[in-house]
């Protein structure tokens, strides 16, 4: 059985799932999916070593990680703790990746390789989410259309004026990320 194989049985293994707190406001909690993150990265990462290069272990973790760690983070509202979390949890495996302990050499690295940050992710994600929803037939995602519309406004906004779509914020965000703005 080939290297790829047996990380993606490993990884198949991982059920998902979302998790919300109990209060008056809906609120998700990910702790669970940060677990299974740092599972399925491990899996990955005992598998290669330091056999594997950075951008092929990059590759595996944007591929077969991260949908873990973001699942369900677009249609959930999220507080900036949360998103800082999630942060600090992608810059423990660049520390881990690159053995440094330095966030700026961690952001460095994040840069050279074209690894977006949790924050920009999540701008896409939830952005792309918005828009299908604001446009689907569904009739109960109908009733909350205009809803959508405005969050996918504020969304747009928080990067530019000229950003109508989520592709031109996926756009928008690399822009900005290799122009070091």
Do not use: W
């Not at 740092?38 to 949908?67: D, H, Q, Y």
């Not at 074209?114 to 924050?119: N, T």
């Not at 009739?139 to 004026?161: E, K, P, T």
């Amino acid at each position: 059985m080939g290297l790829l194989s047996s990380i993606s049985l490993s990884i198949a293994d991982i059920r998902i799932g979302v998790f919300f707190t109990s209060g008056c406001t809906l609120r998700c909690c990910f702790d669970d999916a940060k677990c299974r993150f740092f599972r399925a990265f491990n899996a990955i990462f005992s598998k290669t070593g330091r056999c594997a290069s950075e951008p092929v272990i990059l590759s595996l973790l944007r591929s077969k990680c991260i949908p873990i760690l973001l699942y369900a983070v677009d249609a959930c509202p999220l507080l900036a703790r949360q998103i800082l979390s999630f942060e600090f949890t992608l810059t423990r495996i660049f520390m881990k990746l690159f053995r440094t302990g330095s966030p700026k050499v961690v952001s460095d690295c994040q840069v050279s390789f074209g690894f977006l940050a949790a924050k920009s992710q999540i701008l896409i994600r939830t952005a792309s989410f918005l828009q299908r929803f604001a446009v689907s037939e569904n009739s109960l995602c109908m009733l909350f259309a205009n809803d959508g519309r405005r969050q996918l406004h504020s969304v747009f906004m928080q990067v530019g004026d000229n950003v109508r779509t989520a592709r031109q914020l996926r756009s928008a965000v690399f822009a900005k990320l290799f122009d070091g703005s």
